[in-house]
């Protein structure tokens, strides 16, 4: 059963933060090759423009102005469809808008003032609005926004400064705003939409794996049930028919009992060595109390091996008196304790599992034990 919560608890875990920003960046279809493909062609549509107008034959220094403001331009368009954060993390983010703008400038201010010249101005203008209308769709509006408020500071310096007509500078900026707008207005309804469809995915999941958890648990105790049949069934029948039980019968079923108490007080501590180890140590006269104070959400025991390892190594050194073992609850500075009392003796271990290893603390003389293997009563 703990086994089975801890299952629901990974599910959980698994679909947590980090899975829902991957599954919204895919439903948004940022992870589709269509994506990459319209991306890449806007680009290339960007080259084949600059390639097909007439060459400007300006200076050098315009020139690499250009080359290095299309490469940024690039490369911000395609840093806004790249990750999988779910929006799109502020450093990215401040990037693409800051650099963009920038790069948008850059190859503008390159560019020299006609009325021949009206088309290349608003090219690296397109890109940029791209790339803001996808950092819009990563869930950043206000920075996409903000790229537009520094796209109209862009084409008002081209009017004052670099001799561009007005006729020339705001088609850029509203073809910008029309193409924002609607972005803004449809993200605005789609994306709590998105959220809601993956909350709902993710019940299904729980839904799934509780009822998972259920026929688990429950072939688990048909399983179980079977082989007591198995075991209590003779007895039963030998007991009903009036028979007398034999040493050795009474003896088995006095294990018997014991192992099923051991099940439902001690499940922490269950595993078929533990269940071997306490039984040997119950025929040599040991009395073993395994206890497991944990609550059910707490899971699975996080160092069973180191754990049930102690344990096993202690009932296999008894030879008398009483060994009782307990799991405390989570959050505890011990996560579990041994007590041993033989011949007049009581000796307790304090398990602590830190990030050096095991640790046992004698509580007897209070020496701390470096290789995890506690002492074993004589």
Not at 146 to 168: N, S
Request: glycine share 12%.
């Amino acid at each position: 059963m703990r086994a089975s919560v801890w299952s629901m608890r990974e599910v959980w875990r698994r679909t947590g933060d980090g899975a829902d920003a991957r599954a919204m960046v895919e439903m948004l279809g940022l992870r589709r090759a269509a994506m990459r493909i319209a991306v890449a062609g806007v680009l290339v549509a960007y080259v084949t423009v600059g390639l097909m107008l007439p060459d400007l034959e300006v200076s050098g220094l315009r020139w690499w102005v250009s080359i290095i403001g299309s490469i940024g331009l690039a490369a911000v368009l395609w840093l806004t469809v790249s990750g999988d954060r779910d929006p799109l993390g502020i450093a990215p983010t401040v990037v693409a808008v800051g650099v963009g703008a920038v790069s948008g400038a850059a190859v503008w201010w390159s560019i020299p003032a006609g009325v021949m010249n009206w088309v290349r101005p608003g090219a690296p203008m397109i890109l940029y609005a791209v790339a803001m209308c996808l950092l819009a769709v990563r869930g950043r509006v206000g920075w996409a926004w903000v790229g537009f408020g520094l796209t109209v500071v862009i084409a008002a310096v081209a009017v004052g400064a670099w001799g561009w007509r007005p006729g020339t500078s705001v088609p850029v900026v509203l073809r910008m705003f029309l193409s924002l707008l609607p972005v803004t207005l449809m993200m605005w309804f789609v994306r709590p939409l998105l959220r809601m469809l993956r909350v709902l995915d993710r019940r299904e999941i729980a839904a799934v794996a509780a009822d998972a958890a259920q026929a688990a648990t429950a072939e688990q105790r048909r399983r179980q049930l079977t082989a007591l049949g198995a075991e209590v069934g003779p007895l039963l029948t030998q007991i009903a028919e009036g028979r007398k039980l034999s040493e050795d019968d009474a003896a088995r079923a006095l294990l018997l009992e014991a192992a099923l108490r051991d099940e439902v007080r001690g499940a922490g501590w269950m595993s078929a060595q533990v269940r071997v180890a306490a039984a040997r140590a119950r025929r040599r006269g040991v009395t073993v109390r395994l206890f497991d104070d944990r609550s059910v959400a707490d899971g699975a025991v996080g160092t069973v091996g180191v754990l049930h390892a102690e344990l096993i190594a202690i009932l296999d050194g008894a030879t008398c008196g009483s060994v009782t073992a307990r799991l405390l609850p989570v959050g505890r500075e011990v996560e579990a304790t041994i007590g041993v009392v033989a011949e007049g003796r009581v000796t307790r271990w304090a398990g602590r599992i830190g990030a050096d290893g095991p640790r046992w603390e004698n509580g007897a003389d209070g020496a701390l034990v470096e290789d995890g293997a506690p002492p074993v009563p004589g």
